[in-house]
């Protein structure tokens, strides 16, 4: 995903792997599928995408949000935002240098970015899934925006669509699963609960059929949200769509 935000371009999570190129995940997803990764090409060039990027949001490091692909693609001196001390330590061992762990304060250039907690999962599943984060960015000449990240819905996404009052909202779909264990990130329930918490809030719901462990496609999704009669504030875009909020 590129952001444009008060004149800046930030990167999340770029996994710029050829169709097919990664290995399989830790076990089967649950309808026994373990194909390859990522199920499909990228819809516009390598080149296109990191054009004048000015910094770099890693939520976490697995291999849907970062792969050598992407960091051999990117320049080792661009401006790179992580989770925490050990992700800094990877990342500045691939050769990055202006590495920096996202807090509560951080900022680039005037603008605001504030680290969220994440629970990439439920259960047991936890244990595999491990640390994760989000981001709120707040500008004078823009709307807030809080990335929630690899998130299921529970009390930490509540309290910071409280604190931070985003008017803008996105959020990792697909109800992630593998054969054994419960959700990863947000099923439609989950979104609706975002909905609910934020009902004036646009939310776009991203990371959706490009990995070989998703199970909630864009037309179901999108159904249960014409069930719900929420379209004005649900937005599902394709892969490579742009989504202009003013």
């Known amino acids: 995903m590129v952001v444009e935000y008060a004149g800046k371009k930030m990167l999340v999570d770029p996994m710029f792997a050829k169709k097919g190129a990664l290995a399989r995940g830790p076990m089967p997803a649950k309808d026994w599928n373990w194909k390859r990764n990522p199920n499909n090409e990228l819809p516009i060039s390598i080149e296109e995408i990191i054009k004048d990027i000015d910094f770099l949001f890693l939520t976490h490091l697995h291999f849907d949000h970062w792969d050598q692909a992407a960091a051999d693609a990117l320049p080792k001196d661009i401006k790179v935002f992580v989770q925490d001390e050990n992700d800094k330590k990877v990342i500045r061992k691939q050769g990055f240098t202006n590495v920096e762990v996202l807090?509560?304060?951080?900022?680039?250039?005037?603008?605001?970015?504030?680290?969220?907690?994440?629970?990439?999962?439920?259960?047991?599943?936890?244990?595999?899934?491990?640390?994760?984060?989000?981001?709120?960015?707040?500008?004078?000449?823009?709307?807030?925006?809080?990335?929630?990240?690899?998130?299921?819905?529970?009390?930490?996404?509540?309290?910071?669509?409280?604190?931070?009052?985003?008017?803008?909202?996105?959020?990792?779909?697909?109800?992630?699963?593998?054969?054994?264990?419960?959700?990863?990130?947000?099923?439609?329930?989950?979104?609706?609960?975002?909905?609910?918490?934020?009902?004036?809030?646009?939310?776009?719901?991203?990371?959706?059929?490009?990995?070989?462990?998703?199970?909630?496609?864009?037309?179901?999704?999108?159904?249960?949200?014409?069930?719900?009669?929420?379209?004005?504030?649900?937005?599902?875009?394709?892969?490579?769509?742009?989504?202009?909020?003013?």
């Open 103 to 246: 807090g509560e304060h951080s900022t680039f250039g005037d603008i605001q970015l504030s680290r969220t907690k994440a629970q990439h999962g439920k259960g047991f599943i936890l244990n595999l899934a491990g640390q994760v984060t989000g981001m709120v960015m707040r500008h004078p000449s823009e709307k807030t925006l809080y990335i929630a990240g690899d998130t299921v819905w529970y009390d930490e996404v509540q309290k910071s669509i409280d604190k931070y009052d985003p008017e803008v909202i996105v959020v990792n779909g697909g109800d992630n699963r593998f054969i054994i264990g419960d959700q990863l990130v947000m099923n439609k329930e989950d979104i609706y609960s975002t909905h609910q918490a934020a009902p004036k809030a646009e939310i776009i719901v991203v990371h959706m059929e490009g990995v070989y462990h998703n199970t909630l496609t864009r037309k179901e999704l999108r159904q249960f949200v014409d069930q719900k009669s929420i379209n004005d504030s649900i937005i599902i875009p394709e892969d490579g769509e742009t989504i202009s909020i003013s």
